[in-house]
């Protein structure tokens, strides 16, 4: 798990001057989108409400993801209501060929720890999230990532109370490089999470849920 350890709540002053994901001119758009969740519970609860009002979606868990989903009583029973779920038990990361055969147009990573954001930035895919948001920009498919140390000071919740945190400069160095990667959307709080997907919904003529049911 990373410095973001578990918890609920959006960064206190998160900004974001990222453009929308773009994809190459005629790239013929997948069917559903790839919902990835991480190890931290930074924003999570919140996070998983916006995934439940996508349509045609899929959940993607990390193992340290799943680790902490459990601790929030999200069960893979629980979640299977919702979503379908797909588990990070390959060393080779074969969900991702799902990407090759169009069944994905967007990858989300919400919420996204600081050691899948360093990965990401650098290049490193050694999780079924990392493997999904490096194989889709090689693809030209949109990232959006939802990053968690995004400011010198974040005031997060965790399970048994607020916590502050003071992210390093490598973290927030990480958050920066990765905003200059192609096709990635770095968005630092829910609300911009949910404005990047509305804008991505737009680009692909599609709407929110009306129901989360």
């Not at 974001?16 to 609860?45: D, I, K, M, N, Y």
């Not at 949109?142 to 990053?147: E, K, L, N």
Request: net charge neutral; aromatic share 4%; with cysteine.
């Amino acid at each position: 798990m990373s410095r973001a350890t578990p918890s609920t709540a959006s960064c206190t002053s998160c900004t974001s001057t990222s453009p929308a994901p773009t994809e190459p001119t005629g790239a013929v758009h997948g069917r559903r989108f790839a919902w990835c969740v991480t190890g931290s519970g930074h924003g999570l609860q919140q996070s998983l409400a916006l995934a439940r009002r996508l349509p045609d979606l899929d959940l993607l868990l990390s193992a340290a993801g799943e680790e902490v989903l459990a601790i929030y009583g999200l069960t893979l029973d629980v979640l299977k209501r919702d979503f379908r779920v797909v588990r990070d038990k390959t060393a080779s990361g074969v969900p991702v060929g799902q990407l090759y055969e169009n069944v994905y147009h967007t990858v989300v990573i919400a919420p996204a720890t600081s050691n899948t954001v360093a990965k990401c930035a650098l290049g490193l895919s050694d999780t079924l999230p990392t493997n999904m948001y490096a194989q889709a920009g090689k693809l030209g498919i949109p990232g959006i990532v939802f990053a968690c140390d995004t400011e010198p000071v974040v005031v997060t919740e965790a399970p048994h109370g607020w916590v502050t945190l003071r992210p390093r400069r490598v973290e927030l160095d990480h958050v920066e490089r990765l905003r200059g990667i192609e096709h990635t959307t770095v968005v630092a709080s829910v609300a911009e999470l949910e404005a990047a997907l509305s804008r991505r919904l737009d680009q692909l003529s599609l709407a929110w849920n009306t129901s989360s049911s």
